[in-house]
């Protein structure tokens, strides 16, 4: 039986006001002695432990309206093969709960502000997306849930693979089982 996905959520205490750049909460360590994990607080860096990081994406400012583009290979890491994108999420929901084989992934805030909780199996972080200019770019092998969607809020995502169910883990103890692997490889 897995762990329930809310069994992973890392525990920030009270709500703290939302910066206007893109910020993660400190990593996470496993303290051995207890077997859990311990949070620190927020910080405005852009590069995780995880091996996620902030990409600032290109912007032209008109007052007609604002542009941005993205092009495979430039902007990210890898070239696009799917996007897709979530929207009328209710309150309280989260969305994710999975990790990836294979794929990569880069997670925007078009509209509106959301929080991803990223964890690689020894390390776990928090980043807050609120800018359609952001967009954290998650590799392969990285546990992530979405949560904290503001209303009308919409999350794009792009991604290195077409859909493919066998590259997802959607238990969290066979994700860490096979980190583990690699880590012990």
Known sequence: ????RRAIRSEV??????????YRVEHERRDAAIARRHGDLRTTARQGLTGCRVVELPRISDPRGNLTMIESNEQIPFAME??????DVPGGEMRGGHAHR???QLVIAAS???????????HRERFFLNRSYF????P??????????SSGSVCLVIASRPYEEEDYF???????DAVEGRHAA
């Open 135 to 138: 967009g954290l770019y998650i």
């Open 13 to 22: 205490g009270e709500r703290l006001s939302h910066p206007t750049e893109p």
């Open 112 to 122: 509106g502000s959301f929080e991803v909780l990223v964890d690689d199996g020894v």
């Open 102 to 104: 294979q794929l990569e």
């Open 82 to 87: 799917r996007v897709y994108y979530l929207y």
């Open 1 to 4: 039986m897995g762990v329930p």
């Open 140 to 149: 392969r092998l990285v546990w992530r849930e979405l949560d904290d969607f």
């Open 170 to 176: 959607r238990s969290y103890d066979e994700f860490l």
